[in-house]
């Protein structure tokens, strides 16, 4: 492949958010280069989200990439809510009026993203290292990295910053300009994938006093399991066996007894924060998903959130290039705030319910999760309260 230098866009990372605007800009004919730092099995390597709101989907069928999805992705139509030793179904479907979510790997939608792109012959650079953005904030932007070893430099229109949590993007964005919101919250997420029937066909959320689990799947025969830790533990304290035992403990009887365990074939902890970045634009300089906010995974809203900021992005760039109009650039960053915010709040209140918290905290030690109890109590009997739930898990409009 012969690496461009010059382009309309340049998109960093390869992850989800810049796959997909990729392949959004490819359909309508702009010219994107993504730079990415790792190899792709190593994009591919992360496990991470697995459920797509109704409108996510549509944007990857828009892309054109859907098909895999549509075949071996799970609709699922609610959810079980699992606290004082019972389960109480959240009817999504129900209390939304026809609306779903489907569980389907981020790796799968990450696959499906590079495989269109390769099929397409669009131009993407692994290992693009020592990435730098320059003169963003006047009319001539440049990417200058490194590759095997040689010095290159990508001359373009606009900039995507697509980079993740870590990136170069939002670092390069002089610290005066960016107003930055975050709560690190006191406990992490341990994961195991086991090559396992899930416990039940949809997933439980779980609220136990010695903290937090959930069950999730990949497929019928592929289960993701998390139990909230502390940020002191190390993987490696954790056997198989431990973890299969406190994720038992956790669950009601019935779910406790169908419990199918196995060898895990992946396990990790992962921090919980809730972190917004505002403006989300700096002249030609746009960040999108997690680049510009990150939400605790409880509300399974990450990388949905990156697809609605892609969905603005792409409807931005296009109407500049289309209809040479620069309405949607100047409004992209308000009109993606708009939903981060909400689905940010919905991330931390749904994070505050689940969770076991330190005495310290406002809603932790006894007094903390007898308030819990009354909440999922009353959830668990107020059709207002849960259509309200429901109304915001399967994803509000763009
Ligand atoms: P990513 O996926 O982090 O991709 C960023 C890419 O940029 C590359 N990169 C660089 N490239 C060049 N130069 C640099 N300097 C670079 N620095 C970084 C990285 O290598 C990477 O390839 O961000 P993106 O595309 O914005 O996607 C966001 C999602 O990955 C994230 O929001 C979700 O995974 C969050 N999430 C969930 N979201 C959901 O919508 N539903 C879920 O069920 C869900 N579950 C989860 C989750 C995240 C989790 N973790 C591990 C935090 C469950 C977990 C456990
Ligand atoms: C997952 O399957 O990894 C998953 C599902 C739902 C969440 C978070 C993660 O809320």
């Not at 709101?53 to 895999?68: F, N």
Request: overall charge negative; proline content about 5%.
């Amino acid at each position: 492949m012969v690496i461009p230098s010059h382009t309309q866009v340049a998109i960093i990372g390869a992850g989800p958010s810049g796959l997909l605007l990729g392949s959004l800009l490819a359909r309508e004919g702009i010219d994107a280069v993504i730079l990415e730092q790792r190899t792709p099995d190593y994009v591919l390597g992360r496990i991470r989200a697995g459920v797509l709101e109704q409108t996510t989907v549509e944007l990857l069928e828009r892309a054109g990439v859907a098909d895999r999805l549509h075949r071996e992705g799970l609709p699922h139509e609610g959810f079980d809510l699992c606290f004082g030793g019972a389960r109480h179904r959240i009817d999504l479907k129900r209390l939304t009026r026809g609306k779903q979510v489907v569980v389907y790997g981020q790796t799968e939608v990450t696959r499906d993203l590079m495989d269109h792109r390769q099929g397409l012959g669009l131009p993407t650079v692994y290992e693009a290292e020592q990435v730098s953005l320059h003169g963003f904030d006047g009319t001539k932007p440049v990417v200058r990295y490194m590759h095997q070893g040689q010095p290159r430099e990508l001359s373009c229109d606009f900039i995507a910053g697509c980079d993740g949590f870590h990136g170069a993007s939002r670092a390069s964005v002089p610290a005066s300009a960016l107003t930055q919101h975050e709560r690190v919250y006191p406990f992490g997420w341990l994961g195991v994938l086991s090559r396992t029937p899930p416990v039940a066909h949809e997933l439980i959320y779980s609220n136990h006093e010695r903290g937090f689990a959930l069950c999730s799947m990949r497929s019928h025969n592929l289960s993701r399991y998390y139990v909230q830790c502390s940020l002191q533990d190390q993987v490696e304290q954790w056997s198989d066996e431990a973890f299969w035992d406190e994720l038992r403990v956790r669950l009601d009887p019935a779910a406790a007894q169908a419990l199918v365990t196995g060898p895990s074939i992946e396990k990790s902890i992962a921090p919980l924060r809730s972190f917004v970045t505002e403006p989300m634009r700096f002249g030609r300089l746009f960040l999108a998903g997690d680049a510009a906010h990150i939400v605790p995974p409880t509300g399974a809203k990450g990388l949905n959130l990156a697809a609605s900021d892609v969905h603005y992005l792409s409807s931005a760039l296009i109407e500049h290039y289309r209809q040479g109009s620069d309405h949607g650039i100047e409004h992209y960053s308000a009109r993606c705030l708009a939903r981060v915010w909400k689905a940010s709040r919905f991330s931390w209140w749904f994070t505050s319910l689940m969770h076991r918290f330190p005495q310290s905290e406002l809603s932790g030690g006894a007094m903390g999760y007898r308030l819990q109890q009354a909440e999922l109590e009353y959830l668990a009997q107020s059709e207002a309260a849960q259509t309200v739930m429901a109304e915001n898990y399967v994803g509000l409009p763009f």
